[in-house]
């Protein structure tokens, strides 16, 4: 199995039994050399509960996609070539805008969680859209098909940067369907026992009045509740705040109690040293979407550097900014983005591949206040099972083995996903369950 150790390292061990428990937590993890492991293995062989990995397969911890905008699903790259402005309002809002339909909505939902699973994803936090009833579809797929997910309602209600036809009409209405939709998830939540949570989500700072943004602030502290919006993503977004605000996005966003240390705040492509220092000062995290960035970031984040200044940072695909559902994907890019830095002339902005599975997994998993992305004694029992399809060809040396996964997995090598010990994604048939 692999798990990331710190931000420099990921450990690989060879032979273990990863013992999960009826709660689907992992109870322990017992290695060759352990003095029960015999006796432990041959009792889970007698009661049959023993999954066996075949060689050359190897035991992740599932990945945390920190940046989905759910509805967007259906067109996942297409457009990329337009600035985020164009984008938003010729392609985004208006298939936003049809998730209304209901039977729209559920078909593209259980395609989107359907892939998310099956690409090693066992906890995402998404945007939904402006509409309610749409979102809880979006919740009952996540219980049905045992996504673990943190969902937002949109909220945007300022005239003069969203469409008539796809607004919240009033603040009032932003801030109570939003608590309506929080009652919601928590109603679901005691009805199906599914791992939901829902999400104060203003989208971004020009989509929202103040008052809004005063409202999501207030609700967010009365429940306790993550925030998810963009924070300084492109040159476009930055300047809105200094001309609107005569501020940085980071301190709109702090002055209106939304920077928490449950707030996720996706990009953040051009933030400063002072806006890194008030994101660690306020504990908020940074989703990274590299493969979006490319298209519509203006600019590549310092990783390396938020890490530094101690603000927690995972990886998000950001479904469709990013065309790729895979945190695979976006860890590839991520490194390669990083490159670009380096040629960019700071040496120390390149990232690893250990530093991206930390992302990925423990990064994620921190955002979001979750004791997953690791197996350890005390974690949820996240895992994917990976075939490393060169294996027969390729060196076998532990941190070689753990590049090449991370460079050359596709959802056609993941084998099986599990979400607290439950199997939520299967292509070895029911045998091997
Ligand atoms: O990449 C992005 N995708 C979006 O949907 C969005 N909305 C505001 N800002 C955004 N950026």
Excluded at 25 to 30: F, N
Excluded at 77 to 98: H, I, M
Excluded at 127 to 152: H, M, P, W, Y
Aim: aromatic fraction near 10%; include cysteine; charge should be neutral.
């Amino acid at each position: 199995m692999i798990t990331s150790a710190t931000f420099d390292k990921a450990d690989f061990t060879p032979d273990v039994l990863i013992c999960v428990d009826q709660s689907g937590i992992i109870d322990r993890v017992i290695s060759a050399t352990d003095s029960d492991y015999q006796s432990v293995k041959q009792t889970a062989k007698n009661q049959d509960i023993l999954h066996s990995v075949k060689k050359g397969s190897y035991i992740l911890p599932g990945f945390t996609d920190l940046h989905i905008h759910a509805p967007q699903w259906p067109q996942a790259g297409l457009a990329l070539d337009k600035p985020l402005y164009e984008w938003l309002n010729t392609y985004t809002f208006p298939l936003e805008s049809k998730f209304k339909d209901l039977t729209f909505a559920k078909k593209v939902y259980h395609s989107l969680i359907t892939e998310l699973l099956a690409n090693g994803t066992t906890t995402g936090l998404f945007f939904g859209t402006v509409d309610t009833e749409s979102n809880l579809v979006l919740a009952k797929i996540c219980a049905q098909l045992g996504q673990r997910a943190f969902i937002g309602k949109v909220a945007m209600d300022n005239p003069k940067q969203t469409p008539t036809y796809y607004r919240d009409d009033s603040s009032a209405t932003a801030i109570n369907e939003t608590e309506n939709f929080i009652k919601a998830i928590f109603s679901l939540q005691k009805e199906t026992g599914a791992e939901l949570t829902p999400v104060v989500t203003p989208r971004f700072v020009p989509s929202c009045t103040a008052e809004t943004l005063t409202g999501l602030g207030q609700l967010a502290k009365k429940y306790n509740l993550p925030i998810q919006s963009h924070c300084s993503e492109s040159n476009w977004e930055d300047q809105y705040a200094l001309d609107n605000f005569q501020k940085r996005d980071s301190q709109v966003l702090d002055q209106f109690g939304l920077l928490t240390d449950k707030a996720v705040m996706a990009h953040g492509t051009k933030l400063t040293d002072d806006d890194l220092n008030l994101f660690n000062h306020r504990q908020t995290a940074l989703a990274h979407c590299p493969i979006s960035n490319v298209y519509f970031g203006n600019g590549i984040a310092r990783i390396k550097k938020a890490h530094h200044s101690q603000v927690k940072v995972g990886l998000g695909t950001d479904i469709s900014g990013g065309f790729s559902p895979s945190i695979y994907r976006n860890m590839q890019q991520a490194i390669m983005s990083s490159q670009m830095l380096v040629d960019l002339k700071d040496q120390s902005a390149r990232l690893t591949t250990d530093n991206v599975f930390y992302l990925a997994t423990i990064g994620g998993a921190k955002a979001l206040h979750l004791n997953s992305g690791q197996i350890r004694s005390g974690y949820k029992a996240d895992l994917q099972i990976v075939s490393d399809k060169y294996f027969n060809i390729s060196i076998k040396q532990p941190h070689a083995i753990f590049e090449r996964l991370i460079y050359h997995t596709t959802k056609e090598d993941i084998q099986q996903v599990y979400v607290s010990g439950k199997l939520v994604h299967n292509k070895l048939g029911e045998n091997n369950g």
